[in-house]
């Protein structure tokens, strides 16, 4: 189960937040190449799911995501992410839930690539309010492939490693509270599944 919070914030705050003593420490920076897939009727999405394919470092995952609960920028869903060969998908030994590996197993011939994000993350793990929490600020972009349509992608994702669900709230708000000033951290609802699919929309 995955419970995070999601932030959007501005490009000419990103200074500010990373003048933050939290944010200040060694953290870790990885390139991460992600492939988003559904059917021509968009299966997945109408059952407000996501497949992914990541290369991260050298490292290709498969992530498989389902619908969750989304209010104020935080959201809960399950979530199953492992090793994998890019194409194969496959779900029959990626996800413990056997009707559903069986389903996607079942739409897996259908499924095709429709959008790409292509972004930098920097990550911290932060102790706070009796919490493990990861901090990932991510930086780049949306696309849809052969095709001229992008979109910028600048996002603040703060995901409970353990502890109290409140702790996600409590830290940004210490976040937005910088020594060059406060940075105005908004919630936002939409995945970057969700911004993808909106965009590949735009290519019909």
């Given at each position: 189960?995955?419970?995070e919070l999601?932030l959007?914030?501005d490009?000419a705050?990103?200074?500010?937040?990373?003048?933050?003593p939290?944010?200040?420490?060694?953290?870790s920076?990885q390139r991460?190449?992600?492939t988003?897939f559904?059917?021509a009727d968009l299966a997945?999405q109408?059952r407000?799911?996501a497949v992914?394919?990541r290369?991260?470092g050298?490292?290709w995952?498969?992530?498989?995501?389902?619908a969750?609960?989304s209010a104020?920028g935080?959201?809960?869903?399950?979530?199953?992410?492992?090793?994998t060969?890019?194409?194969?998908l496959e779900?029959?030994?990626?996800?413990?839930?056997?009707?559903?590996?069986?389903?996607?197993m079942?739409?897996?011939?259908?499924?095709?690539a429709?959008?790409?994000?292509?972004f930098?993350?920097q990550?911290?793990?932060?102790?706070?309010a009796?919490?493990?929490?990861?901090?990932?600020?991510?930086?780049g972009?949306?696309?849809v492939p052969?095709?001229?349509?992008?979109?910028?992608?600048?996002e603040l994702?703060?995901?409970l490693l353990?502890?109290p669900?409140?702790?996600?709230?409590?830290?940004a708000d210490v976040l937005?509270?910088?020594?060059q000033g406060?940075?105005p951290?908004?919630?936002?609802?939409?995945s970057?599944?969700?911004r993808?699919?909106?965009?590949?929309?735009?290519?019909?």
């Amino acid at each position: 189960m995955e419970t995070e919070l999601k932030l959007t914030l501005d490009a000419a705050d990103l200074p500010c937040l990373l003048a933050h003593p939290l944010l200040r420490g060694a953290g870790s920076t990885q390139r991460l190449l992600n492939t988003y897939f559904d059917t021509a009727d968009l299966a997945l999405q109408k059952r407000r799911m996501a497949v992914r394919e990541r290369l991260a470092g050298e490292q290709w995952l498969l992530t498989v995501k389902t619908a969750g609960q989304s209010a104020g920028g935080l959201s809960r869903r399950q979530e199953w992410e492992g090793p994998t060969t890019p194409g194969a998908l496959e779900f029959d030994t990626l996800v413990n839930e056997p009707a559903l590996a069986q389903e996607l197993m079942a739409l897996r011939p259908n499924l095709r690539a429709l959008f790409c994000t292509d972004f930098e993350r920097q990550r911290w793990v932060i102790a706070h309010a009796g919490a493990q929490i990861e901090v990932a600020l991510d930086q780049g972009r949306i696309h849809v492939p052969d095709t001229d349509l992008s979109e910028p992608l600048l996002e603040l994702e703060l995901e409970l490693l353990s502890g109290p669900e409140e702790a996600l709230m409590a830290l940004a708000d210490v976040l937005r509270q910088t020594p060059q000033g406060t940075v105005p951290l908004a919630p936002s609802d939409a995945s970057k599944a969700q911004r993808g699919m909106a965009l590949w929309g735009r290519s019909r």
